[in-house]
């Protein structure tokens, strides 16, 4: 059912079969699948009347056979921000919530769904990654419930909710002294030499399909319309030009009109490559070394880099790097307003929007939507002590009383 015909390079367009390669064999740039788009007729009546998982848009997706993993991941909610709205000073607001994604909630569920069941296609027996912590998590608990052996590479500095989400599935963790892209070197080595299916290196073209979903959802969930802005957090790249070649693909396949958002990326100050190119007009990403509390997206010289500049610039994107202490206050506001408890990934791509409106780049009236990738309970470390402590009383009523009475403000509600 998918129309997937091979895959291409993304710089010189050569065409390849569609296997296990990721680079160009011509000039080293990396491939993507192609799609016979029309052979596609697909409606939205029939996609409606599909399960609420990513693989409702299967014949845009780079499987050959039947989905194997991924039966509940994506489909997750795009929620209509109304207190968060008014206190940004918008009038349409979304959170695309990816926080609840299953089955390990982040936005790594739809990417991992699609490279493990093409993992299986390609016949590979070992599934691996180089992860900044969601990736491993994600690829240790799709690998679990296919019964396929898993290897995953992480930094050694991860906060504690990331190790043990991976732990959990019962992988083989290697936790590297160094940062992700030590990390990401080492597996790439890895990958030539052992022939493993790494996800985001030798399966990365596939991987990075799965990414074009958080699109499609996005425009079905706003009545097939595309929004105005939209923000997305920068790690490696493989989600924000994901999300714009989804939203072109259903134009070109004739499911909606207008024009593309303006697609905006979120970076940490403390990590910043490929905001800082948008900002000065650079093409490429200058590698930096990350220092900031948003671990999950500390990748100091982005894969996809050039794509994203590419997209932004495209789109009539711009981009925003927010500090640490700006991700905390909108890991809070967030919770505060919405309920809705993210990582500092979130919290990024939200403290950039704040940003991006206080610029003037997103007006009042306009309609945005910010990308919430991660969860928040995996790294409670980033609020802790942050937030208050309980009152503390014995169990006697009398004691409750007279704190109550005692009182001087409710205070503590908001502390
Ligand atoms: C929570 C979260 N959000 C966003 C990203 C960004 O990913 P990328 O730019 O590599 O698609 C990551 C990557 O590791 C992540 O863990
Ligand atoms: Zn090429």
Redesign the pocket.
Known sequence: MSALIGLQCHLCKSTFPAEATYVCEKCLGPLEPIYDYASISLTREQIAARPKNIWRYRELLPITGEPQTGFHSGFTPLVRCTRLAEHLGLSELYIKD?SVNHPTL???DR?VSVAATRAKELGFKVLACA?????ANSVASHAARLGMDCCVFIPNNLEAGKRLGSAIFGPTILAIAGNYDDVNRLCTQVADRYGWGFV?INLRSYY?EG?KTMGFEIVEQLGWQYPQHLI?????????P?IARGLRELKQIGLVQGELPKIHAAQAAGCAPVVNAILAGEDYPEPVKPDTIAK??A?GN???GYQ?VQTVKATGGTGAAVSDAQIVDAIKLLARTEGIFT?P??GT?LAATIDLVKRGVIKPGESAVV?V??NGYKTAEVVEGKLGEPVQLTRAFKDFESWWEGRQSAQFVNS
């Open positions: 990816d982040s936005y790594k990417v992860s900044t912590g969601n990736l985001n990075a990414a997305s957090p920068v790690a490696g790249g493989t989600l924000l994901r999950s997206i990748i982005p894969a996809d994203v990582e990934a979130g791509t990308c990738t991660g």
